[in-house]
DNA sequence: TTAGTTTTTGGGATCGCTCCCGGCTATTAA
DNA sequence: TTAATAGCCGGGAGCGATCCCAAAAACTAA
């Protein structure tokens, strides 16, 4: 029934040589006479031989495998960033290995200690929890033999590389943008209130930022959390309170689509009565009525350069500390939920 | 730097038993004094000791791993499957793999070839290419000792467990349901054309069955590739050349999203003009303007079952052979995109 | 032709675990 | 008291690769 077991040694019996030559010619070694690598080769071809992979991670060390962590699969932003991430492996042909941590910490922490089975070489993880717990215990995972790389936290820990968006230059360009088009009464709908997501503050400081800039005193911020059922809620509670505004900053698309929804429901019209802008640049906004204008995250660029920055710290271990952290700029597109104020 | 080498053995000698014992702790495996088990694993909590996976798997030839195939992640259909599968395999201590196949067949052959490199115990694929080619390969790979559970592909090895919704009742119930509203003039923009795609197939066969049951004899069909922009293009090809169509099923959401806004544009009002129903229940079909009617498959739901049938078959090796396939039935989720033809 | 090099090749130890089997210790029965 | 049985535990032989080191072969130069 089952395959007879193929190993390493029936190989070189086949080909005629010893193992410890048969595994040159699988690891591309040099030192075998290329008639020889040729036999070899051919034997391995014909009997579609594949080395155990357990047995090369026992001997070797490595499982040419990354483990990623990620909030949840079923986020646009975070499925395209695995997308991104799978493609800089395959390139430099490592497996992934997949955990959703759902947003919390303690699962976030739970999936690297079943990485921490040998099962992994490195750790590519977006983290979606609090800071400080989080720098806690990559400080112990440090002193340990894997590598890790982070996206979307400002961890403290110097020895492990991270990957951010330049979440302040967004809020700031994503509020001039309204008021180059003549707005003045801004609101933003914020993330999240607690301390967990920086992302959510910076952009809320360059919402600030730009404001002032440009003279304006009344900041109008509300909180909504990151989901769009709460921004939609949350919209209409702006809209009742303010009915001056004209313009609101929505820190995430989702956000965006929620209070879309909202305004239309209160009989207001987007772009002519209010403007809208989010943040993300996921598919989704493009497809609503009208489309969102928003600033987009690279989120393919950054899983493939997440991936590669740690497959280098892997490959080389040499100047292991101190790498430089990765930022990313977003990408305005602009589309037909944002119009002049006349 | 490195942790210092803690084995089995250091475990062994710290709790002063031998190996074999401080593995059957680690297995909960019978044969052991109370007393000593909670020793040893005091010493295991102790110095947060992790199995070696790679030795575990090479002395008992399973690496509590499962390969996932999938076309596209940031499809939300797959993503939230993945999401169900992620789930069972979590509960079952089973880790994932993943790999992205890209829609076609030559990929999902070579993901399974570098699954078959013993890092995995099973697969479980969701496929996009064509029938015979992976009817082929899959009749090979069945001789091999690695067990696979293939998801919306009908292949011929009675071997192989397989997952598929039940399109043809799918079609019909979603054309029964525009007929019942009393449009008799349906349009059916169907999936691919080619003979990939059963899927799309029974679709079309189950709205044929339901227009001649309601003794409607037109039928209007177009090939819309699962695309949202070819489903753009197409629709208004349909509605120019078949004005008088009051009803559109779309063989996807994708699809019923590209028409929906190809009909806004030639200035047809949604349902007031012109009914459509989709197909899949993605988040973003219940975010359109106006939400839209649709038959929802249950993708999580499919993860999980999928993945729990495997992780079945992988630990009985019992009745492997026959276990019936499952099928799974959509849910009609009425919106607002369709509406009585007075 | 022979010694000295450089390439190729083979063998053995090892990686960290599982699992079988035999031995030891206790407990029970006669 | 002694033998039989059951419950625990330890030791050794793999699992299938890698990698170091020494041996063999091939090549060079004198």
Redo the contacts with the bound molecule.
């Keep these: 029934m089952k395959n007879k077991?193929?190993?390493?040694?029936?190989?070189?019996e086949l080909?005629?040589?010893?193992?410890?030559?048969?595994?040159?010619v699988?690891?591309d070694?040099?030192?075998?006479?290329?008639?020889?690598?040729e036999k070899v080769a051919q034997v391995i071809k014909d009997l579609n031989?594949?080395?155990?992979?357990?047995?090369?991670?026992?001997?070797?060390?490595?499982t040419h495998t990354i483990g990623l962590v990620i909030s949840d699969i079923t986020d646009p932003f975070f499925a395209m960033f695995v997308k991104g991430a799978e493609k800089k492996a395959m390139e430099a042909n490592y497996n992934m290995m997949l955990a959703n941590s759902h947003w919390v910490v303690e699962e976030e922490l739970k999936c690297i200690q079943m990485f921490e089975?040998?099962r992994v070489d490195g750790i590519l993880m977006i983290s979606g929890g609090s800071e400080e717990k989080l720098d806690n215990y990559l400080d112990n995972l440090a002193s340990n033999n894997l590598d890790i790389v982070v996206v979307d936290r400002k961890i403290k820990n110097e020895n492990i590389p991270k990957l951010n968006s330049d979440n302040f230059d967004a809020g700031y360009r994503a509020t001039k943008y309204l008021i180059d088009l003549g707005h003045t009464k801004i609101a933003h709908i914020k993330g999240e209130d607690i301390a967990s997501s920086h992302a959510s503050r910076d952009r809320v400081a360059g919402y600030e930022k730009a404001l002032s800039e440009a003279g304006i005193k009344e900041k109008i911020i509300y909180p909504g959390f990151f989901a769009r059922k709460k921004a939609y809620q949350v919209t209409k509670k702006l809209i009742t309170e303010h009915s001056e505004v004209t313009a609101i900053f929505y820190s995430s698309d989702m956000m965006a689509i929620g209070g879309l929804k909202a305004l239309k429901n209160m009989g207001l019209r987007v772009p002519e009565d209010i403007s809208i802008i989010g943040i993300d640049g996921i598919e989704m906004s493009a497809l609503m009525d009208p489309p969102i204008t928003t600033l987009s995250q690279p989120a393919f660029e950054m899983g493939y350069q997440g991936m590669e920055k740690l497959i280098n710290k892997l490959e080389n271990e040499i100047n292991n500390s101190h790498s430089e952290d990765l930022i990313f700029q977003m990408e305005l597109i602009e589309r037909a939920s944002t119009k002049k104020l006349n």
């Excluded at 070694?29 to 690598?37: C, F, L, P, W």
């Excluded at 031989?49 to 490595?62: D, E, H, Q, T």
């Design positions: 077991n193929i190993d390493i040694y029936k190989i070189a080909a005629g040589v010893s193992k410890s030559t048969v595994s040159r699988i690891n070694k040099a030192g075998v006479k290329a008639s020889t690598r031989y594949k080395p155990n992979s357990s047995a090369k991670g026992l001997a070797s060390k490595k089975e040998g």
